[in-house]
């Protein structure tokens, strides 16, 4: 199993900036994508931004030009940049990886607990 523990969220100003971070840990074998999804109270779950281990990125096209997707592949982390926030932004983040750990024989889909993200007008 791969656990990914998130944080630095927390409540800022619109306008203002976060930045998040997930560590993943476990019997990793090798980390293909980590990225990141939100979802705001009564919304569905949405994609915010991934990375490769490559570092090739996507990101929605809410967030492109706001927010940046980095990732340290020998600490097993991905971070995401938030700048200009907006009120619309508010959500609950969620860390996914798609790895491959000792005991799977193929890769497996994985995500964090998640962390809030509140930022007020």
């Known amino acids: 199993q791969v656990q990914l523990v998130e944080s630095g969220g927390g409540l800022v100003q619109a306008g203002g900036s976060l930045r998040l971070s997930c560590a993943a840990s476990g019997r990793i074998v090798s980390i293909s994508t980590m990225g990141w999804y939100r979802q705001a109270p009564g919304k569905q779950r949405e994609f915010v931004a991934r990375?490769?281990?490559?570092?090739?990125?996507n990101y929605a096209d809410s967030v492109k030009g706001r927010f940046t997707i980095s990732r340290d592949n020998a600490e097993n982390t991905v971070y995401l940049r938030l700048n200009s926030l907006k009120p619309e932004d508010t959500a609950v983040y969620y860390c996914n990886a798609v790895a491959k750990t000792i005991t799977a024989y193929y890769e497996g889909n994985y995500w964090g607990q998640g962390t809030q993200v509140t930022v007020s007008s």
């Open positions: 990375i490769t281990s490559g570092g090739t990125t």
